[in-house]
């Protein structure tokens, strides 16, 4: 293992029963750096399952037109089949995996031929690599969407979970990092539901953008023969049609581009969250309590508990958008038609993909162990005049116009300030309406302005729609109750 | 001009009537650097009318609920709209500029409250920059979103123009930049159609994503006040509801992130379309020829004639792909809340938005000004076996398995290399049926296999839905008819 | 203002008379959009110093090997000074910016040959656009860095005057944001310089590899008249010789690359002060106290004082990302040779200048002025086991293996959590000692393992090169004293 | 194989010998997610000899010291000695991976503390895996780049042997993808040559920057212990001595960055190279024919030959850029002192320099393999006027100012346009002296006018230093022989 690690074994020497099935011209076997330069095998093989669903369905449309005879079908179906169950066990093992012929698609190609003969050459009539791999891309996609659709779900249950037990802990919001109002715990925790809702969502909407089917679009121009490519589509549940053009088909990739952005801004939420609690698990601000096993020690200070898969969360943010970036670059300029950079597509997709897959499932598992430090929290609620803005909208309500009653607060804020009064309950009626008084609104304070302040009393009285406070939180958590159920 | 060029104006000195207005505790006015540091005025500006369509339907709100009185709200609406006609008119002129009030929403607020008083103090009821901002950029996003339908309008019109003109000259396809199998001109532009309607679907999918109204949010917790969020998003005609929760809504940028993918994504098909025409103006292409409004010559070399705006649009996928890069990065890992780094968005989404827009307007201009040169395309239709894949096809609807027919007209390619033939159609029955029957098909050809020869033939006989020849470019210009008509 | 706003103004029409200076075949002119679309000029004028530097040399040069007259060059020198009072003077209002021209290299020539007439007209004998842009462009680093170098200085007196003034309080130093080993406030503040002090020599390194002038190359093949490329060279002091090839010379945005990715990496380093100055500065940690010029308030929370100019330096990282990834991205697959997608290159490159530049003073000014507060601070120091790493090496230097005296700490970092002591050096003697019999090494511990705990023990005890306790921040700081001095 | 595929395999249950070198507090292998979350092993290994040597030069230094005993040393020494052998030949198979130990690090020790005990368990003392990695990835940097040195190497020997084969003969460069000036083969290989160059002394710069030895900086602050941090450094070839700060030291990824920029830029230089080429191989171009192994064939059409290695060279250009941007990503905002984020740095960095080393040794197959076809190229020299710009230096010789000459030239283009002739040759003396006298330089050609026209003619007459013709691609190829041999 010297810094440079070649990807992948060599090639077997010597012609193949299945040679008949190499691209003419492929000259890269004579020559064991091209052989690995080309190969896509390495990542493209996890691909099995989608290529032989795509092949089915190809054939059967075959059979429907007329092009390959009813026993033609039956033994493509039957290699086919029993190929996707030596795979499903043998995995990497499969005696199929062959290097020398570049990928998933020739390999699955070659070994049915072998397998069964001239029904197997028959497979790839009206067919590239070229609309075969961009529908195995998009049946990828379409399978990912639904892994990642339960992963999300565990996502939302694990943070319902943890609003459910700690949620009506009143604590201080930031912004700028810096106190801001008071909210309860479950206020935080429905920013968090709704951003990462908003991800599963946008996932959704970018694959139904890229929901056609491309297969019967050829290498590039299509096909002279009479596909029935509505016939195609109509057997991938994932897909819903043909698509418009052959060649924006076999030449796109925007599927691949739209799923990596959708993970990247996923990526980018977990990010801000996985750092929020990295501030919340220091010490100074104590407020949660990671799960052992979501904390590790040091190799040299013995009393360390990191929140490192947090941290890791948050730096494989750099995955996804180095993939995005990646796909974007390998995009950026390329004429149209199938160009041989498109093979990489994948390698980027997977990555992401992987990490942002894991990533959520981590979340999950954090989210439902935590512990928010109710003591703690309440401890410090005093700090920082949290309620500064509920008594502006008071003075409001008490007819004080609000940039005046923005001035106002600010002018008693300093007077705690010069008295040492870390809060502003602590001030009495007298210094209130003193203030209100010379900005001209005297009187504007009476007793009951003491039912404004404090953090306690400030997150009951919210009454805005979505509010981070008691009413809010409660409802917001009617309506995932309600979903998740 | 020093390499360090400041960006904006110094502030003015002293007190000034606006200065209620202006944030407690901004010590920014203090230190020349801090103001210009701090400052957005210099872009967000551009959001002034959508900066007042917000305020009015705040103010609306504000008085439905009780909060203002009628003459209030009478005041603060002529106020605004005075202010919106006098920005209207003077631009950057406007002496409501004030940098040390750091951006539009103070400008305004300030504006107002000089005109109009208390009721101008009462406008912030309930708000915050952050809420109020977060409006702002959807409000503008929903404008651009329509301004650019427009542009794409017309760039989908200069496509069809030409497809209309030269959509039926024959040319040769290309996949990785080799010749592939023949198509029609117009086979090639439906596919520009297809990939760009797909960039407009985009923005307007991801648009829909981000259609929830944040006003109301406060500055994060929401509001004490009583509120009526769903009345305020009512008056927004771009809005559909409240957002689910306060938190999210102020920190949330995913609505410039979005429309910055989608933007990205339009500039990364431009590029592709650019970099194609590129190589077909050149001298040894000379597929097309650019119009002489969309070309430039060089200050050394008297001769050229240089396709420097398909340059420029290819190269200003750097723009579209480093605002998406600069927003990414400006979210990666910031806590949750508002927090002053989200201030940038909209520099980068400009500076994207404004790329692109011209790009696509300059698209729509060379495309139906461009002119394909069937002369030089046909003289060279015979070069690079384009009807092989044809010939193949020939064979199978003849019975021969498709991988055999692929090899046999491999050998046939090689055979006509050999005899220094560059088309397929200069050998005879006999040789086609030689190779077949080496590879156990004898006599599959007959005579009608010429009619499948020759880039001509091909292109009438291409039968898959979508394809790029006659058959398929008839269908989808007739679509695009319609659609546009 | 509508959400696309033109960049520029329209120009002039009807001949003029520096007309002649105009490329043949510039279609642009015909068309409003056209011309605003090629232009640099809203961006590159910024250079008009550098590019009539540049062509003073280039006259002399010309001079020397004879191609036009002392007369001449006299005109032209006259002409150039004059040309460039102007527009120091006049800035953008100088009437010599005319947009038709498209960039800073006609505008100037232009208005040199209405100045001189004939003289002018051979100023551009031997040299094309894109060798003079490429000068212009390395010109302006070298002046860009040199105006870094100024601001780099001010960052570090600036973190020089605050290590001397709190350098020695004792504080906790933070891996995973979680407690590790004290260290004094110095400690942390050499590793900011060593960071920042890296930043600047990448600058220089990175600019060396481009120091090589590119004048003399022509549009692409160089010339053939007798350049003295070398005498063109030995003018400018930024530069050391002739490029080696034409082609490359006029090709290569590696000098714009270069900057952009030096500027990048000081972005990312400042980002990490200030992501660590904003958590020093929330109230939880209450660590340092911003000077009130550098934080602003809230339009809605009156208590607030944010840490602004942090967040923006944070989310400034942005700009400077984006711009590297708009010129990689331009950058990508393009023919060799000028392209007209280059002229981008110094969009983004002033961009991310423009930002770093701003940032790094930024940061002088907050480093000089911020108070590290060391009551705050010394009052949590006991939290955090910041001791255990010490004892640990006690145990060590008291024959204990390593790894086995990391396990003891463990231990007995155990054992104050169970008995509820927050240091360790509440423990007594015989705990210490029974913690070493059981790991079999009994009366490891002796009394004086009280002077290894405590953070103000400890920070006096490292010893290695480099530590950021006391001794390490005494030499560090020394180094720094001399090298400012 | 699922879409989702688990990176790694799963961990051993139950207590294990090397237990005792686990970090303390480490939970993560209680859940099985989480220990594939954290683990680094599975691309970290490949850092085993650099992580060994690292370990010995600290005994060493240890041992001078008086931490460790003579027979320490020598059991540590002989024991590390003996698992390089073991990794050496049993590479992923090798029995102490264990991915419960997280790491490459971990591992090893682990392995050790088995083979050798209680020396071993003093192997870390003074040192933690913060600084550890930091040392080892700039060992492994140092390798890298010797590797690439090598592969270099290669290429500049491949483009020296075209150049010596193809180099004299005469083409046509390009500006914009247009004729401009009429160059050598060689001309335009030496540009190849120049570019790729200054990537290797980019790399080199950069690697240069990050030379000081981070080890004895513990795990942030440095050690009580009297560590020799010179001594360290002096048995590291690679190091020239301590790093300044051990926070900075142990948080900086300099190193990682730096030189995934520098292979960024490789990455982009060799797309440009690829782009040219992937044209220059194209039917209308034909001016390269590529080597039969590097290039591929098709699935469905049997004709195609596809530059297919070239293709993926420009696309890999993706895998390097997303490379840096993760890098980028990953660094920005987080704060100082070591944060588990920083382990993903090997991933990318791995992934860029994989992919780039592979791509320059395929360029350097590719370089040394191809033919220029003389006979295509100079079929076609007459077109694109490349002698315009010769033709207005012949007339600045005869005393006529350049903007002048190139006007004249201008117009004899035109001239030729409308005539029908596609070289300036063909026009007659008095037709030049005509256009001269329009411009009021009457009879300034005279017949040795024809002696700068025509590509072969100009390509003797460069005479600037650099110059792509005749007398610039012989004085650069001499260079090169020297430098090579």
């Known amino acids: 293992m010297p810094p440079h690690k070649p990807n992948t074994s060599s090639p ?4 193949k029963p299945w040679e008949h099935a190499k691209p003419t011209g492929s000259g890269s076997a004579q020559d064991e750096l091209a052989t ?7 990542y493209d093989r996890r691909l099995y399952t989608h290529d032989i669903t795509g092949s089915i369905a190809h054939a059967r449309m075959l059979r429907k037109v007329g092009l390959i005879s009813v026993k ?24 199929g995996w062959k290097i020398e012929l570049e990928d998933v698609h020739m390999c699955i190609e070659a070994a049915l031929i072998e397998k069964v003969g001239d029904a197997g050459r028959k497979l790839h009539t009206g067919r590239s690599r070229n609309d075969q791999v961009a529908l195995d891309l998009k049946l990828w996609v379409a399978d990912a969407v639904n892994e990642l659709d339960k992963v999300f779900a ?15 802990i009143v604590m201080p919001s930031y912004t700028h990092l810096q106190r801001a109002q ?5 206020g935080e925790i429905m920013a968090w539901l709704a951003a990462l809702e908003r991800c599963q969502r946008r996932l959704h909407a970018l694959r139904l953008l890229n929901s056609d089917n491309p297969l019967g679009s050829g290498a590039i121009a299509g096909s002279c023969l009479p596909l029935d490519r509505k016939a195609t589509a109509d057997q991938l549940d994932a897909l819903v049609g043909p698509t418009f053009n052959a060649i924006d088909a076999t030449a796109s990739r925007d599927a691949a581009l739209d799923m990596a952005y959708a993970l990247a801004v996923t990526a980018m939420t977990l990010s801000r969250w996985a750092e929020q609690w990295i501030i919340y698990a220091s010490t100074e601000f104590s407020f949660i309590t ?16 990191n929140p490192d898969m947090l941290e890791l969360t948050r730096g494989r943010t750099g ?3 180095g ?48 512990k928010f430090n109710e003591k703690t929290i309440t401890a410090s609620l005093g700090r920082g005049f949290l309620d500064a803005t509920a008594l502006a909208e008071y003075l409001v309500v008490r007819g004080v116009p609000f940039r005046t009653a923005h001035q106002i607060v600010g002018s008693l804020v300093r007077l705690c300030e010069e008295r040492n009064l870390h809060e502003l309950s602590q001030l009495k009626l007298e210094d209130f309406n003193h203030a209100c008084a010379q900005a001209k609104h005297p009187r504007a304070c009476q007793s009951d302005v003491y039912d404004w302040l404090g953090a306690a009393n400030v997150v009951k009285r919210y009454r805005s729609a979505g509010n981070a406070g008691v009413s809010g939180f409660e409802i917001q958590l009617k309506q995932w109750d309600k979903r998740l159920s």
């Open 182 to 186: 008071p909210i309860v715990v479950g």
């Open 72 to 95: 033609d079908l039956a033994a493509i179906e039957k290699g086919l089949a029993s190929i996707r169950k030596e795979i499903d066990k043998q995995g990497d093992a499969w005696p």
């Open 154 to 168: 565990q996502v939302f249950r694990g943070f319902v979970l943890l609003a459910q037990r700690d949620g009506a």
């Open 36 to 42: 690995r330069f080309v190969e896509s095998l390495s």
């Open 323 to 370: 993939s995005l970036v990646a796909l974007l670059t390998m995009c950026k300029g390329i004429t149209v038609g199938y160009n041989r950079d498109l093979q990489e597509d994948k390698r980027h997709l997977f990555a992401a993909y992987d990490s942002v897959r894991d990533s959520l499932e981590m979340c999950a598992r954090i989210a439902s162990t935590t």
């Open 12 to 15: 077997a020497p010597g012609p």
């Open 290 to 305: 990671l799960d052992g096993r979501y904390t590790t020690g040091s190799s040299m200070m013995p009393q360390k508990r």
């Open 319 to 321: 995955t996804a958008y």
